[in-house]
């Protein structure tokens, strides 16, 4: 016969309650068991108290010796009689007897106090909801369904930049900048004493070894250390990226401020803008950047802008076994040999390059402009940072190695 045994019961909870109580009647419960015992109850859907005797006990037993705590602990929780199982007859019976007339019904939450009070089990339920009693004129919101919405945040993260505010920006880049949990690293030439990993360090060691009369008593090790590696941002604040300029802006900002990055802006000339962004206020380091760079939102020279980068005479030294991130479309008035060439030389000097295009998301997208086409045989990742979470690969990607 069809009942609604667990009909808004929250059988997680039943769960892991139910698993506490075996626990502490000295029965090993992993988690591993309790996932299978709460896939099973949602599989089996409704079932009589025999069912669900059989469906805990498989779950959660694992031994012989354990069913005498299973089979006391079921029965308490359930205040029956018939919740243990004469010894000789383990394993013989299918399932204990329960009556026909017992079933698992499931209480109410304000009730939860109670039945721990009596020793059952402190029930979750589900808001109990009916459409068959219900006056279809009535308006009131008790009947309305439950529904988990995605947070603010969420909605932030997945919506394109160019649809975002300056205070969803800013909510944003603190996001992104909580995603940055580790730095590049490079190996250096000079080494660190260690006690166990690397090489023997024979000169330390036998150096120490003066101190106890000339004989080693430690062998000391030596390892490479290791030092963070240059990042350096070029933004294009050209027209063609108007709509996603003032984003990058709040995303790199975090990384110029807590791990001293090198930023860089471009149109038709290279600036840098590491001083104004450093800024703690959001809305005075826009504004000095405003300032700095004077020939914003007009047109693109790319190839220009690198060859300025490459051959300054302290510019360039940032970039050596850097990991360099250009935010860019692509477009370019330059020629795309120039590109090439300034392309070609910075792949060689940087560490690693990361091409950030935010037009990359859309449906069928090429890199058919001559700029974006010609840059990218040199550029180790292509990412479309178009959204919050775009962006986290994009972090993943300068941070790793």
């Not at 019976?93 to 939860?112: M, T």
């Not at 760079?293 to 076994?321: C, E, I, K, M, Y």
Request: proline fraction near 5%; glycine fraction near 6%.
């Amino acid at each position: 016969m069809t009942n609604t045994l667990f009909a808004g019961v929250d059988r997680a909870i039943f769960a892991a309650t139910f698993a506490d109580r075996l626990r502490r009647a000295g029965v090993a419960v992993s988690f591993s068991a309790l996932e299978r015992c709460t896939t099973a109850l949602d599989v089996a859907g409704p079932m009589t108290l025999s069912d669900l005797y059989w469906v805990c006990r498989l779950s959660f037993v694992s031994r012989h010796t354990q069913l005498e705590q299973f089979d006391a602990v079921f029965g308490a929780v359930f205040d029956t009689e018939d919740g243990t199982l004469r010894s000789e007859r383990r394993g013989q019976e299918p399932a204990p007897s329960f009556r026909d007339d017992e079933r698992l019904v499931p209480l109410r939450r304000e009730l939860a106090d109670e039945s721990t009070a009596s020793g059952g089990l402190p029930w979750a339920t589900l808001p109990s909801i009916s459409f068959d009693d219900a006056d279809e004129s009535d308006d009131s919101d008790d009947l309305a369904i439950p529904e988990l919405r995605p947070s603010a945040t969420t909605s932030e993260m997945q919506r394109p930049f160019d649809l975002l505010d300056e205070a969803e920006l800013e909510r944003v880049g603190e996001l992104l900048e909580s995603a940055v949990t580790q730095w590049p690293q490079r190996r250096t030439r000079r080494r660190r004493t260690t006690r166990s990993s690397g090489p023997i360090a024979m000169r330390r060691s036998l150096r120490r070894s003066m101190q106890t009369g000339g004989d080693v008593m430690t062998w000391l090790h030596s390892t490479p250390q290791r030092q963070p590696r240059n990042i350096v941002v070029l933004l294009d604040v050209s027209a063609s990226m108007e709509h996603y300029a003032r984003a990058y802006l709040h995303l790199t900002r975090p990384l110029a401020i807590e791990h001293r990055a090198e930023i860089f802006a471009f149109a038709t000339s290279l600036s840098r803008i590491t001083p104004a962004v450093r800024h703690r206020s959001p809305s005075e380091a826009i504004a000095q950047v405003t300032d700095t760079v004077t020939d914003r939102f007009s047109g693109t020279r790319l190839a220009t802008s690198l060859q300025t980068l490459l051959h300054h005479r302290t510019w360039n030294t940032t970039v050596r076994g850097a990991v360099v991130l250009i935010c860019s479309d692509g477009w370019d008035a330059d020629a795309p040999e120039q590109l090439e060439r300034s392309m070609k030389r910075l792949s060689l000097l940087a560490h690693r390059v990361v091409w950030v295009n935010p037009r990359a998301a859309a449906v069928g997208f090429e890199p058919s402009t001559g700029g974006m086409s010609t840059a990218l045989p040199y550029c180790d990742r292509f990412l479309a940072g178009n959204t919050g979470e775009a962006m986290i690969d994009v972090v993943a990607a300068m941070t790793a190695g």
